[in-house]
């Protein structure tokens, strides 16, 4: 089965404190991962894709096929990170499809 | 500006009587997905068109329609809503550049009520 799992539906930190977002994923083929955005009032976004290997806004993600995770982290968090993140796995390849199966979403909270 | 353009941002309605929530995009892009978002369920993808005249059915299509009469436009159809069809919903649109990944750009949501 195709599914993204988001354990947490909240997560609060203290500004400068670590933050990581968890997220695993259930997919038979090889999976292609993205982290959405959504801070408040505006639309989803695109934050990052595991293929890329890049670094947005300080955060990393990493892709570990053996724990099937694709966790969201950075090392210091900062209040205008607080927003709605939401992993995401894309089925179907070659053209055929884009569609994303996305997780419950985990509201990142950043205390001053 | 590129962007995706949902209306209208919020409706009330009752059950039963027919509505449309539009959208549009201005990118010309070919792959266009309807998504609702309800809590603890997160995003979940009602129907997607690939191009003009071509939809498909995604994982919740019931109770719901679409067509794609132009590139730019997808409207979603609820014939006779109900009260479970209350939610907020997502428009998104992206090219389909072969193997490669092409974000899919959201519009800003249609919160809908459905007494």
């Known amino acids: 089965a195709q599914r993204v799992t988001q354990p947490e539906k909240l997560l609060s930190v203290f500004k400068g404190a670590p933050v990581e977002l968890k997220c695993n994923y259930s997919y038979s083929g090889s999976p292609e991962l993205f982290w959405y955005v959504q801070y408040s009032r505006q639309r989803l976004q695109l934050l990052l894709r595991h293929i890329s290997r890049e670094s947005i806004k300080g955060f990393t993600a990493d892709l570990n096929k053996g724990e099937t995770s694709f966790h969201l982290k950075k090392p210091f968090a900062q209040e205008e990170d607080s927003a709605m993140y939401y992993c995401?796995?894309?089925?179907?390849?070659?053209?055929?499809?884009?569609?994303?199966?996305f997780g419950t979403g985990t509201l990142l909270a950043v205390q001053p | 500006e590129a962007q995706v353009t949902q209306n209208p941002r919020y409706l009330i309605t009752v059950t039963g009587k027919k509505l449309t929530v539009t959208c549009s995009q201005n990118?010309?892009?070919?792959?266009m997905s309807w998504y609702r978002q309800d809590p603890g369920l997160g995003l979940r993808q009602i129907y997607y068109s690939m191009n003009v005249e071509v939809t498909d059915k995604g994982d919740v299509p019931e109770g719901y329609k679409v067509s794609r009469k132009e590139k730019r436009n997808f409207p979603l159809i609820l014939e006779s809503p109900s009260p479970n069809q209350t939610s907020l919903y997502f428009c998104?649109?992206?090219?389909?550049?072969?193997?490669?990944?092409?974000?899919?750009?959201f519009g800003n949501g249609t919160r809908l009520t459905v007494t």
């Open positions: 990118m010309n892009h070919e792959y």
């Open positions: 995401a796995l894309r089925v179907g390849y070659g053209g055929a499809t884009n569609k994303l199966i």
């Open positions: 998104a649109s992206s090219s389909l550049p072969g193997q490669r990944y092409s974000p899919l750009h």
